[in-house]
Antibody
């Protein structure tokens, strides 16, 4: 069973870069069964899609975040990462990584989430 | 921008049936699969419906999904409601550029 676990600093200063990693177990990031994505949820609010990337390198980014966003897949460590630059308080949220279905008859699997607060 | 609209909240009694709607702002819901996610308080979302009407193993058959392409809408129906079904439910699909879109979420109260 595929499992995902997010890691990274829980506190980031304004204007700095938010960096998170999602470790994958029970499967390989080199698989085309999934593509590797991120979703965030500000406190008390709904889900916001951040973006995702296939192992091949094809990436899809939320247009509202695209200029600050980078997602990468690291096959040597079997994990994928998120970098969001120039953060503000509006980036404070619970960040989820997920394995999104890349082929038919497969469903999305979510990590447990990690809270990131942007504050000085 | 493509938008998915859900009711903010619904409530129903245990044992009853509830349907949560998800309406697209344009024709995209007709051409892409719809997923539904359940998020219980304090927990991560989990998939309850994928590819319009499929259930992951472990999701009770009380949960069902449907898409009406003529009305550009999708629905999640939960029958035989249990208190454990109380959660936020989100629909999701992709737009024409394969960018994900979430509905605003529906809070289901089972009272």
């Amino acid at each position: 069973q595929l499992q995902l676990e997010e890691s990274g600093p829980g506190l980031v200063k304004p204007s700095e870069t938010l960096s998170l990693t999602c470790s994958v177990s029970g499967g390989s990031v080199s698989s085309y069964t999934y593509y590797w994505g991120w979703v965030r949820q500000p406190p008390g609010k709904g889900l916001e899609w951040i973006g995702g990337m296939y192992y091949s390198g094809t990436a899809y980014y939320n247009p509202s975040l695209k200029s600050r966003l980078s997602i990468a897949v690291d096959t040597s460590k079997n994990h994928f990462s998120l970098k969001l630059t120039s953060v503000t308080a509006a980036d404070t949220a619970l960040y989820y990584c997920l394995a999104a279905a890349g082929v038919l008859d497969v469903f999305d699997i979510w990590g447990q989430g990690t809270m990131v607060t942007v504050s000085s | 921008n493509f938008v998915l609209t859900q009711p903010h909240s619904v409530s129903e009694s245990p044992g009853k049936t509830v349907t949560i709607s998800c309406t697209g702002s344009s024709g995209s819901i007709a051409s892409k699969f719809v997923q539904w996610y359940q998020q219980r308080p304090g927990s991560a979302p989990t998939t309850v419906i994928y590819e319009d009407n499929k259930r992951p193993s472990g999701v009770p058959d009380r949960f069902s999904g449907s898409v009406d392409r003529s009305s550009n809408s999708a629905s999640l129906t939960i029958s035989g409601l249990k208190t454990e079904d109380e959660a936020d439910y989100y629909c999701q699909t992709s737009d024409s550029s394969n960018l994900w879109v979430f509905g605003g979420g529906t809070k289901l109260t089972v009272l």
